[in-house]
């Protein structure tokens, strides 16, 4: 397969390889190959995207109108589409994932940017009724310089989640994507000065978690960082943050279930169900990973699910399958583990699907498994694989689908299948989670609703208008005028 030139950093539009020299490889998951490097940046490139940012939002960025700033994001996510045949390639073969699903993934990009494009001179403050002879006005204004710490799993996705989002609001933003996968936000970042976003408002940095991303989380020209990834690195990122009282906003997965009551309408459930595992090989924040099943239909619910398990091909992104390899050699290896110790546990493989013959036997494939059985205080039971693994547990009644669903430290969705309306409801009102889907599911697209957890999934929201607020904050000004 081709190689790739060098990627460069995006700083202050300009592309520049790191200051110390540094690089990384990019690996391909579909085969490990190495196929281009990466910019290893460490604290002085951070810096220096910090300052470019500072220096647009005090400069061309800053001045800019709110119509004028929604125009260029416009115009953004019409490059994105013109470009989309080319950015689902790359990100294809950066993470690995299906080509149909980096397609979506792009689609959702420029929705984004179209999205927030639109809302940009549609976000206002208030007045507020005060004193006899004043007028006061609650204004939103952005942050100012917004860091924002991108996983590997939907870099394009995230990225323009959060970005178009904040760059929307009026800031000026620093980008640390993943060290696994940042082709697309890169591509996208140029496309954004072709779009005529002045240099500096938006700059990326590449490199490590632990050096450019904690240099980035620890920088006290931020004023605001969204994260989104593991729990233990968003409490790293909270934690250094907090010193420069910095806030905020983490999304950190969670254990998502599928509860399917005995009058569910299972020709509509069961795909679902298995789309919410399988796509992107399980490594999505809102993957159903837990399927809880009403007794009475508990046998027949297991078999259809292990005939549509067996029927899945795991294959090279490239060649559309349904489940792609893992993102990483160290992904592989971190789900693997985690299979052996469901199954040591007592965890019953129920399906195993396919691995299609034409899988390099050095890239990173996990076929999905379904399993049962398996101890409700196990580990696969309550924390993220983050790979192709689902979980089947029995329940008795309303009661008891709510207690499991809500026995995980996360609270991040969930999906309740049913065709009686006030079971769908009350069972609403009782689970934790940011996003509750009746009938059907599908955090991934949905731009317009709010996104975020509960308990260890995090907090803040992004996406729907929610998620342009929280990348402003309140300046509150009182005239006293008689
Ligand atoms: P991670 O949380 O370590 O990485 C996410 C992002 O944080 C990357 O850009 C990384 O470079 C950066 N980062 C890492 N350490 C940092 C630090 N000290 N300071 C600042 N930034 C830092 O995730 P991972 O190690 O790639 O994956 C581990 C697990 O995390 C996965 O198995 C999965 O369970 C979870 N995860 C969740 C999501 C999600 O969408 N919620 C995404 C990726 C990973």
């Known amino acids: 397969m081709t190689r790739l030139s060098p990627r460069l950093n995006l700083i202050d539009g300009e592309h520049r390889p790191a200051l110390g020299g540094l690089t990384i490889d990019v690996v391909d998951p579909a085969d490990g190959q190495v196929f281009t490097t990466l910019p290893r940046s460490d604290q002085r490139d951070v810096d220096a995207a910090v300052a470019a940012a500072r220096a647009a939002f005090h400069g061309p960025w800053g001045r800019m109108t709110a119509t004028e700033r929604g125009r260029v994001l416009m115009k953004l996510s019409a490059l994105i589409t013109q470009a989309h045949a080319e950015l689902a ?26 999205y927030y494009a639109g809302a940009a001179d549609k976000l206002h403050g208030e007045t507020i009724p005060y004193a006899q002879g004043s007028t006061v006005m609650a204004l939103r204004v952005p942050h100012g310089v917004t860091g924002h710490i991108v996983p590997w799993n939907y870099p394009a996705q995230i990225f323009g989640r959060s970005v178009a989002a904040a760059l929307a609001a009026g800031n000026a933003c620093v980008v640390k994507p993943a060290e696994d996968a940042c082709l697309t936000p890169l591509r996208i970042a140029a496309l954004a000065l072709d779009a005529g976003l002045p240099p500096g408002a938006l700059n ?47 999304e950190l997965g969670g254990k998502s279930p599928q509860i399917l009551f005995a009058d569910a309408d299972l020709d509509a459930a069961l795909p679902v169900v298995i789309n919410a595992i ?75 699907a396919q691995l299609l013959a034409d899988a390099p036997k050095t890239g990173f494939y996990f076929p999905p498994l379904l399993l049962a059985d398996l101890p409700a205080t196990h580990e696969v039971a309550q924390d993220e694989v983050f790979g192709p693994v689902l979980a089947a547990f029995a329940f008795d009644g309303e009661n008891d689908a709510a207690r499991i669903a809500n026995d995980t430290p996360y609270g991040l969705t969930a999906a309740v299948w049913t065709r009686d309306g006030g079971r769908a409801l009350r069972m609403a009102q009782r689970i934790d989670a940011g996003q509750v889907f009746i009938n059907n599911y599908g955090a991934g697209g949905g731009i317009e609703l709010p996104f975020g957890g509960m308990k260890h999934s995090g907090y803040g929201r992004e996406k729907a208008f929610e998620g342009l607020k929280g990348f402003t904050t309140i300046k509150t000004i009182a005239i006293l005028h008689g």
């Open 89 to 114: 390639e790359l990100e294809c073969r950066d993470t690995g994932k299906p080509i149909q699903q980096a397609r979506v993934d792009i689609t959702a990009c420029a929705r984004y940017f179209e």
């Open 204 to 250: 990326i940095v590449c490199g490590l978690g632990t050096e450019a991303g904690a240099a980035l989380a620890a920088h006290s020209g931020i004023n605001h960082i969204s994260f989104t990834g593991s729990p233990q690195t968003g409490t790293a990122v909270a934690q250094a943050a907090a010193v420069n009282h910095v806030p905020v906003t983490l």
């Open 278 to 352: 399988v796509q992107n090989a399980g490594q999505t924040c809102s993957a159903g990973s837990r399927v809880l099943i009403e007794r009475s239909i508990h046998a027949e619910v297991m078999s259809q699910l292990k005939a549509r398990f067996e029927a899945l091909r795991t294959g090279p992104g490239a060649g559309a399958p349904d489940c792609g390899p893992l993102i990483s050699r160290k992904q592989l290896d971190r789900v693997e583990a985690k299979a052996a110790a469901a199954r040591d546990a007592g965890g019953r493989v129920v399906a195993r």
